[in-house]
């Protein structure tokens, strides 16, 4: 059993009907902030009446209201409903059952408070609000929240309702009770009563407590006097255990107890780790008294972690949720962490002009080589692929390095109040492929999934298989060729190389390319409205230097890198001076060669970007070529169709 959804409607962000879909195990938000992420987890904690929200109730603020205050919420609604039910907790959950025996849980505010400024709470489970609610189900949800500003070390102190505490007072709540039943006391009650026995015998403290009760019998007279016993704290059960404390070791188990540490002495990453790991061992030891669901809220997990261990800890959790059938629910803003969990535990949430849209992206890919693919890339690459408001992807380093920069100049030229400055400002992440893998990552954005023809009977393999490349390379599909998938509310484009044949090609004769995914140039552009293939002449340092001015900068490059004096140092000064004396030449040929020279030993596309990235920065000023300039137009959205390239 499981939360497997929850809608929610006029709360805080949330004007209209939003549904969250969960699923067992690990769940991980992402997304901007200011997206919905944390009302969620309010909002789940509401629901399921966990203790501090509780305690902190419904303000007036948590009612849905307009930026400008036109539009505001008269009630809150959220809706749960839990699937994956055993025949045992069918009947446990009977009166929250639905025609598809799934357990819902309803709670409903309305904007109107009684006598004690309270908001008028109803709560039903099931889909009628008129039956009688019945609480112990809700209370047999064991649900624990960490918020994203927790002090670890002011909950695991010793004191009343610190975290120690209750794992202790929980874990031993059934011999508690049959102790207290017959009257005897738990055996660490008996061993603290001994103890102060002992304590008052020693000769210090007798002393001591004569004093005192001698000295209060003179202030106050035998009538008045009280008197007082030193001893070790107070001797029931619960608040002996308040009164322990956590010390730690900085690394494995010593031999010595005295080189215990107090917690404040410790990093506030690894108190977050111990408060985390206490939780997780009231989840073990309660889980004969609580079945599930077990549900765990966390926020920004990543608080004070360095990034081995918030891989680790990831990893961790997420073994130990599917372990011992926990469910768990992160949000984060932790590239590290979201790199590392597999898309099929992600949620995100993004903002758009309609408002935020949730989406889990399992939904968005169905192809398991795909999913394959990008977790293992993402795993790799720590990339900021599922935190941008929009991505470019590029083949190499060399378009990283330098697309940023030509998109600042290019920007900045446009003259325009509405347009940003900068990709970075635009929130757009450029992001290095290491090749033309993004035909899996536009899944994640485009909104279809292909449904690829049988096999016939008397077809072969060999006519099967090729019959579905020509399937899937097709400009456009038919409504029973493909289906509507869910999707990433964002723009995606890539930029990739044609790579024909032909040595220098002209603009004025461009010739087919050799890229094999060329083909989802046409076919993005038909199927979608969120992704798009830009495509050059050649390669990208072939179509920059097809500009004068461009190709005289990457020259003085390659020359100044050029160790020896000969041939190829002659023939580049010959095209400078060809430039100073306005010669006609072949910008074609001299673009070749220019990509010759960068894929030689001595230089290559990754120092040559840089050093060019250098020169530009010194003038501020480059030619840049048409398919990027529709590139960074689609992405930010400042694009007509007619215009790309």
């Known amino acids: 059993m499981y939360l497997s959804d929850v809608k929610i409607e006029g709360y805080r962000l949330f004007k209209g009907k939003q549904i969250l879909h969960l699923r067992k195990g690990l769940n991980v938000l992402v997304g901007e902030n200011g997206c919905g992420k944390s009302t969620v987890i309010d909002a789940i904690r509401m629901l399921l009446n966990e203790d501090e929200y509780v305690r902190n109730g419904i303000s007036e603020e948590d009612f849905y209201s307009s930026v400008d205050k036109k539009e505001r919420a008269d009630n809150i609604s959220v809706k749960g409903r839990f699937s994956d039910l055993s025949d045992d ?43 009688t609610f019945d609480w112990e189900p809700l209370n047999d949800i064991q649900c624990v929240y960490l918020p994203a500003l927790r002090d670890a070390e002011k909950k695991l102190k010793a004191n009343r309702g610190s975290r120690l505490a209750r794992l202790l007072i929980n874990l031993s709540q059934k011999t508690l009770e049959e102790k207290r039943k017959v009257g005897e006391l738990m055996d660490i009650e008996r061993d603290v009563n001994d103890f102060n026995e002992a304590l008052a015998k020693r000769p210090d403290i007798a002393r001591a407590n004569e004093l005192i009760n001698d000295s209060l019998e003179d202030a106050l007279g035998a009538v008045f006097a009280q008197t007082t016993k030193i001893q070790f704290g107070d001797v029931t059960f619960e608040r002996i255990v308040e009164a322990l404390r956590l010390v730690f070791f900085p690394g494995k ?45 966390i926020e920004e997990l990543e608080a004070h972690l360095h990034p081995q261990i918030q891989i680790k800890v990831l990893r961790y959790l997420k073994d130990q949720a599917e372990k011992n059938d926990i469910q768990i629910i992160i949000t984060t803003h932790s590239t590290t962490i979201a790199s590392a969990t597999p898309i099929e535990n992600i949620i995100s949430f993004n903002m758009t002009k309609n408002g935020i849209k949730i989406t889990s992206l399992r939904n968005c890919i169905k192809n398991k080589q795909a999913k394959q693919f990008i977790n293992r890339w993402m795993d790799t690459t720590r990339s900021t692929l599922l935190f941008s408001k929009g991505n470019i992807l590029v083949e190499g380093l060399a378009e990283a390095l330098l697309i940023p920069k030509l998109a600042e100049i290019y920007l900045g030229k446009l003259n325009s109040h509405n347009v940003p400055k900068s990709l970075e400002e635009a929130g757009i992440s450029v992001i290095n492929m290491n090749g033309i893998f993004f035909q899996y990552f536009m899944k994640l954005y485009d909104g279809y999934e292909l449904i690829y023809p049988e096999q016939e009977d008397d077809e072969s393999k060999e006519a099967y ?126 673009a070749f060669d220019i990509l010759k020279q960068i894929d030689a030993s001595y230089l290559g596309k990754g120092l040559f970007a840089q050093l060019l990235l250098e020169k530009i920065n010194m003038t501020n000023d480059f030619i840049i070529p048409e398919y990027i300039k529709a590139a960074i137009r689609f992405v930010l959205g400042i694009i007509e169709e007619n215009n790309g390239k």
């Open 253 to 297: 188990i010593p031999t010595e107890e005295n080189v215990y540490r107090n917690l404040f002495e410790n990093s506030l990453g690894y108190n977050n780790l111990i408060y985390l790991a206490t939780i997780l061992a009231e989840f073990e030891g309660l889980k004969e008294n609580y079945s599930s669901p077990r549900i765990l809220l």
């Open 89 to 131: 907790k069918k009947v446990e959950y009977i009166t929250w059952l639905d025609k598809d025996y799934n357990a819902v849980l309803n709670i409903d505010i309305a904007k109107k408070q009684d006598r004690r400024n309270n908001y008028k709470k109803v709560i039903w489970g099931g889909e009628a609000s008129n039956s």
């Open 465 to 590: 298989k090729e019959r579905i490349n020509l399937f899937r390379k097709k400009d456009k599909f038919e409504e029973d060729e493909y289906k509507k998938t869910d999707f990433l509310p964002i723009l995606c484009v890539a930029i990739t190389d044609s790579d024909p044949e032909e040595d220098a090609p002209q603009k004025k004769a461009a010739v087919e390319g050799k890229n094999p995914q060329l083909f989802l140039k046409k076919q993005v552009k038909n199927m979608t409205d969120n992704c798009r293939i830009y495509t050059n002449l050649k390669t990208f340092e072939y179509d920059l230097a097809m500009e004068k001015d461009n190709a005289k900068k990457m020259i003085e490059i390659i020359l100044n890198e050029l160790s020896t004096n000969g041939p190829v140092r002659d023939r580049l000064n010959g095209y400078l001076e060809a430039y100073q004396n306005n010669e006609k030449v072949e910008q074609s040929e001299i």
